[in-house]
């Protein structure tokens, strides 16, 4: 059996100032930091074997300090923007107020909250379920399956297609689907893939 460990970077800057991030490479607040440290305690006495993060400095920087916090700062890493943040397109940067009152509260709640609806130029759930869903079969779950423990160091989007499908939730479902920032969502998982447990540690 493999343990999975999906952790959602901790607050960033533009989390912070509510402002859609995507792709743009923000760094995490202090409280953003303080949650990564307190996810890596949470994490002591669980050997981790390997570690997948985003190319975003806010993930990368979470798995540093979480693993730091948990004494294993040596973990071997792989970083692929297979699982970056959705991309936003023309909504990254702005914030998130301001853009409702230009395009309407029910247009913006319709990008941001719809599967396959993408803002323009950006990325639908759809869409990052596409590019993150492979790389998590082709790279992450067969290290689980294999019986190790794996951390992953992502975003509230990348996260979401991953829990969509270990947790066979339905597009409706996944709208309603919100990952923290900074608390550890563990998966135990079999062999052949099947989940077994799922617990959150906050």
Request: hydrophobic fraction near 40%; charged fraction near 30%.
């Amino acid at each position: 059996m493999g343990k999975l460990i999906l952790l959602r970077h901790g607050q960033s800057t533009w989390n912070l100032e509510n402002k859609f991030t995507g792709w743009i490479d923000v760094p995490l607040t202090e409280q953003g930091e303080q949650e990564a440290r307190r996810a890596g305690e949470h994490l002591k006495g669980v050997r981790i074997d390997k570690a997948y993060t985003s190319v975003l400095s806010r993930a990368i920087e979470t798995l540093r300090i979480a693993l730091e916090a948990a004494g294993q700062p040596e973990v071997p890493t792989e970083y692929d923007q297979a699982i970056n943040e959705r991309m936003y397109g023309d909504l990254q940067g702005l914030d998130k107020a301001e853009t409702a009152k230009k395009f309407g509260d029910e247009q913006v709640k319709l990008w941001r909250r719809s599967y396959d609806i993408a803002p323009p130029n950006g990325e639908s759930l759809k869409d990052t379920a596409a590019r993150a869903l492979p790389y998590f079969r082709a790279h992450i779950l067969p290290d689980v399956k294999a019986g190790k423990t794996v951390l992953v160091s992502a975003h509230g989007n990348s996260l979401r297609a991953i829990v969509m499908e270990l947790d066979n939730l339905t597009r409706e479902q996944v709208l309603e689907l919100n990952i923290p920032n900074g608390i550890p969502i563990i998966y135990d998982i079999d062999s052949a893939g099947r989940v077994l447990s799922k617990e959150q540690l906050d």
